[in-house]
């Protein structure tokens, strides 16, 4: 199981980002696209709002997957550094609570 997410980073006249993800098992299962609720001050917490949601999402999926008895691996893909150095640090953040180590 793969998920990616992405957003646009402040690209609307109110400051709030659009943010995006999906996850492909075999093809495309389950995605979302929405404008988050805040403005983010950094793009950094704007890829991490929706890495946050994507992960709360694959976390749901692992254990519909596990009822069936099947287990698959689970990869994470996106395109901004610092908020996949924040994912790695292993301090408690707000946003990274849901990512099982």
């Not at 519909?64 to 691996?73: E, G, R």
């Not at 990869?75 to 707000?94: E, R, S, T």
Request: glycine content about 8%; overall charge neutral.
């Amino acid at each position: 199981m793969e998920g990616f997410s992405d957003s646009d980073w402040g690209n609307n006249y109110d400051g709030r980002s659009f943010s995006g993800y999906g996850i492909n098992l075999g093809g495309l299962i389950c995605w979302k696209s929405k404008k988050q609720p805040i403005a983010a001050l950094f793009s950094t917490k704007s890829e991490l709002r929706s890495m946050s949601e994507l992960l709360q999402d694959l976390l749901w999926l692992e254990t519909l997957v596990k009822d069936f008895k099947i287990t698959v691996p689970i990869a994470v893909w996106c395109d901004n550094q610092g908020a996949i150095a924040l994912c790695k640090n292993p301090l408690y953040h707000h946003r990274t609570r849901h990512i099982n180590i």
